[in-house]
């Protein structure tokens, strides 16, 4: 009887974690959002194309210190200087500023 228990709660807690999986996998995919919607400007690593002037190099450690992943996600939504306001999901503006905080 206590084996049986035991499978029991593994079952479950093995359920619960197939859940967790689930729900990570719905999660937007920061970095693909931005090299659709930022990398035009921004290149996909972060240096701004020639292009576009006054883009910011996002890998640049003082922009890096400077920004928070708050700080970007504001800026994706209400948009800074010649960039207009990005239209993406709170969700996705979250993977976006969480990507660019990874660009080093």
Do not use: W
Not at 61 to 89: H, R, S, Y
């Amino acid at each position: 009887m206590r084996l049986k228990g035991i499978v029991t709660g593994l079952i479950a807690v093995m359920g619960l974690g197939l859940g967790v999986v689930a729900i990570a996998a719905d999660a937007p995919d920061g970095k693909a959002l931005y090299e659709s919607k930022c990398g035009v400007c921004h290149g996909k690593d972060g240096v701004a194309k020639s292009t576009a002037k006054g883009a910011a190099n996002l890998n640049d450690p003082k922009f890096q210190a400077a920004n928070t992943k708050d700080a970007i996600a504001k800026i994706i939504t209400e948009g800074k200087g010649k960039m207009k306001p990005v239209k993406l999901t709170p969700e996705q503006i979250e993977a976006v500023a969480a990507h660019v905080k990874t660009l080093k």
